[in-house]
């Protein structure tokens, strides 16, 4: 009974407390990576969609932008990629990579 409290206990942990379970360098969408679009700190920029539609944008800020204690390297998964996303890239001169992984199984 005690190792089941304290297992719920960890797991509720994880779930309150923030980045628990995220990885080195992962950041919300919004606010961390849109501000960082806007602000012109992203040197390099890859999307890569998977073949069920997820999206998984990865990257690396212009180094002397990021603090100290935040890594230069950045990660962090979408639902979808979009033509609003796209467009809000190219409005903020965002030069990205976009690798399909549907594409490439359906043209096979």
Sequence with gaps: ???????????SACVILPGC??????IDYVPDFTQMVQSGEIEQ???V????????????????????KEPLQF?????????DLEEFLTAHDVEFTFTSQKESRASK
């Excluded at 379970?21 to 992962?26: A, I, L, M």
Aim: proline fraction near 0%.
């Design 75 to 83: 990660k962090l998964h979408i639902n979808e990629f979009d033509a």
């Design 21 to 26: 379970s995220r990885e080195k360098g992962e």
């Design 49 to 68: 969609e998977d073949s069920e539609g997820n999206v998984v944008i990865s990257g690396q800020r212009k180094s002397g932008t990021a603090d100290s």
């Design 1 to 11: 009974m005690r190792l089941f409290l304290l297992f719920c206990m960890t797991i």
């Design 45 to 47: 920029l890859n999307i």
